[in-house]
C-alpha cells in the first residue's frame, strides 16, 4: 500500500469519488410517460384542430363591446394579477437553484478596522480581512434534480396563470351574456306591458258601452300588474350581471353601468371551431400541462431526497490576514449521512408517496378533460335545437296572440281566449331568449374546455 502525504490523499479521495459517482439518481422526469387517451370524443370527429390556446374564440360573437371588455380586462383582473406574481415567484426560486456541478458552498468576505488602547497603554489600530468560499460536487444529481424541480414548479405556475385566465374568460363571458339576456327580457316585458295596456284600453271602451263587465276589466289589469311587477326583477339582475363584470374587470361600476344601459343584441351562438381529438387537450389544456409539471417536480424531489442519503463532498478555502498575519487553507470534506438514515429513508419514501399521488391526480385531470369537452359537445349540440325549436314556438304563440287579438276586437272571440293567448306569448318569448342564452354560453363552455383562449394575454391584432 502506498502511503500519500495527507494533502495529495485528500485530493485522491476527492479524484476517486468524482471518477466513480453515477449519474443523477431518482427517476428521470423528462422521461415521464403520457397516459393513453381515446382516438375521438363519443360524439365528435377525428378531426385536429392543433394549438388552439392563441385562439381569441370571443370575437366569433361579433360583439365590439365584449371584446374591448375581455381584452382590456386581461391587464387588469386582480387574479390574474396575483397569478403572474406566482410566476414570478417561480422564477426566483429557479434562478436560487445552481446549474449544474454547483457552487452551493457560496463565499463571504469579510473586514474589520478597530482601534483600542488604555490607560498607560498606546493607541494600537488592528486591521483584519477574510475571504472564504466553499464548493459543493454534485456527486448523484441532487442539485441538478433540485433545479429540475424548481424549472418544473415555474412551468406550472405559468399553466396555472393560463388556468386563471381561463376561469377568468368564462365567468366574464357568461356575465356578459346573461345582462344582455336580462336586457332582453326588460325589453320584452316593456312590449308586453304596451300590448296589455292596449287590451285595457280597449276593455274600458268596450265596458262603457256595455259590452265588457267588472270582471273583464279586473283580469286584464291584474295580468298588467304582473308584467309590471316583472320589470324590477329584470332589473335587478341586470344590475347584479353588470356589477359582477366590473368585480371581474376590476372597473368602477358606474361607468360601467352607464356603458351596458345603452345595450345591445343578445350573444348569438357562433358555428365552430370544432372540438379537435382528445390528444390534443394534453397540450391545449393548461390544467393538464400544469398536472404534468406537477409530477415532474415530485420526481425531482425524489431525486433529491435519493442523493441526500449518499455521501457528499465539498471543497472549502479560506485567506485572512490578521494585524499583518496571513493564513490560508482548503482542503475537501466528506460527509456521510449515517445517522440519520432512517430519517432520510422515510423522507425519500414520503416523497415517492407524493409522486405517485401526483401521476394518479394527473391521470384523473386528463380523464375530467375529456369528460368536459365531450359534455360540452352534448350540450352544445342540443341547445341549439333546443333554442330552435322554442324560436319557433313563439312565433307560433306570437301568430296566436294576433289571430285572438283581431278575434277579440270583431267581438268573434271572448277576452279570456286574448288573455291566454297573451300570457303564452309573454312566457314562449322569454322562454326562447333564455334558451338562445344557454346555447351561446354553451358554445364559450366548450371552448374553454379545449383549453381556446388560456395564451391569450391583452389586445389581440
Not at 196 to 222: H, P, V, Y
Not at 260 to 276: E, K, S, T
Not at 353 to 377: M, Y
Request: glycine share 6%; hydrophobic share 45%.
Amino acid at each position: 500500500m502506498i502511503n500519500l502525504p495527507k494533502p495529495f490523499a485528500a485530493l485522491s479521495l476527492t479524484a476517486l469519488l468524482l471518477t466513480t459517482a453515477c449519474a443523477a439518481v431518482g427517476p428521470n422526469p423528462a422521461a415521464l410517460q403520457t397516459p393513453a387517451v381515446p382516438a375521438a370524443f363519443a360524439e365528435g370527429q377525428i378531426d385536429p384542430v392543433g394549438r388552439v390556446g392563441a385562439s381569441a374564440f370571443w370575437r366569433s360573437y361579433n360583439d365590439a363591446t365584449l371584446t374591448r371588455l375581455i381584452e382590456a380586462g386581461l391587464a387588469t383582473n386582480l387574479d390574474i394579477l396575483a397569478a403572474n406574481e406566482r410566476i414570478r415567484a417561480a422564477q426566483a426560486d429557479l434562478a436560487a437553484t445552481q446549474p449544474l456541478a454547483t457552487q452551493l458552498g457560496g463565499e463571504a468576505a469579510l473586514a474589520s478596522r478597530t482601534r483600542s488602547g488604555g490607560s498607560g497603554q498606546p493607541a494600537v489600530n488592528r486591521t483584519s480581512a477574510s475571504l472564504s468560499a466553499g464548493f459543493v460536487f454534485d456527486l448523484f444529481g441532487g442539485a441538478q434534480r433540485a433545479r429540475e424541480g424548481a424549472a418544473a414548479a415555474e412551468a406550472s405556475a405559468e399553466a396555472q396563470a393560463e388556468v386563471t385566465r381561463l376561469a377568468w374568460l368564462a365567468d366574464v363571458i357568461s356575465a356578459y351574456s346573461d345582462a344582455r339576456y336580462y336586457q332582453q327580457a326588460l325589453a320584452l316585458t316593456r312590449d308586453t306591458i304596451s300590448a296589455r295596456e292596449a287590451t285595457l284600453s280597449i276593455n274600458n271602451t268596450m265596458f262603457g258601452a256595455g259590452n265588457a263587465t267588472e270582471q273583464d276589466i279586473a283580469q286584464t289589469k291584474a295580468l298588467l300588474q304582473t308584467a309590471r311587477a316583472d320589470l324590477p326583477n329584470f332589473e335587478a339582475l341586470f344590475n347584479a350581471q353588470v356589477y359582477r363584470l366590473s368585480t371581474l374587470l376590476n372597473l368602477h361600476a358606474a361607468p360601467l353601468m352607464a356603458q351596458m344601459q345603452r345595450g345591445a343584441p343578445a350573444l348569438p351562438v357562433p358555428n365552430g371551431p370544432g372540438a379537435g381529438v382528445p390528444a390534443e387537450l394534453l397540450q391545449n389544456r393548461p390544467d393538464l400541462r400544469a398536472a404534468r409539471f406537477d409530477v415532474m417536480q415530485a420526481l425531482a424531489a425524489v431525486g433529491v431526497a435519493t442523493a441526500d442519503m449518499l455521501p457528499s463532498l465539498s471543497l472549502t478555502g479560506t485567506i485572512s490576514d490578521t494585524g499583518g498575519t496571513d493564513n490560508w487553507g482548503f482542503g475537501p470534506r466528506l460527509s456521510l449521512p449515517v445517522a440519520n438514515q432512517g430519517l432520510l429513508q422515510a423522507t425519500r419514501a414520503r416523497r415517492l408517496s407524493e409522486a405517485r399521488q401526483a401521476d394518479l391526480a394527473w391521470r384523473s385531470q386528463i380523464v375530467a378533460a375529456v369528460e368536459d369537452v365531450q359534455v360540452g359537445q352534448s350540450n352544445l349540440r342540443r341547445y341549439r335545437r333546443r333554442a330552435a325549436a322554442l324560436d319557433q314556438a313563439a312565433a307560433s304563440y306570437q301568430r296566436a296572440y294576433t289571430l285572438a287579438r283581431a278575434n277579440f276586437q270583431a267581438g268573434a272571440a271572448p277576452l279570456v281566449d286574448l288573455l291566454d293567448a297573451d300570457r303564452q306569448r309573454a312566457a314562449a318569448r322569454l322562454q326562447a331568449a333564455s334558451a338562445r342564452n344557454d346555447a351561446a354560453k354553451a358554445w364559450t363552455a366548450l371552448q374553454i374546455a379545449t383549453g381556446a383562449g388560456a395564451a391569450v394575454t391583452g389586445i389581440v391584432d
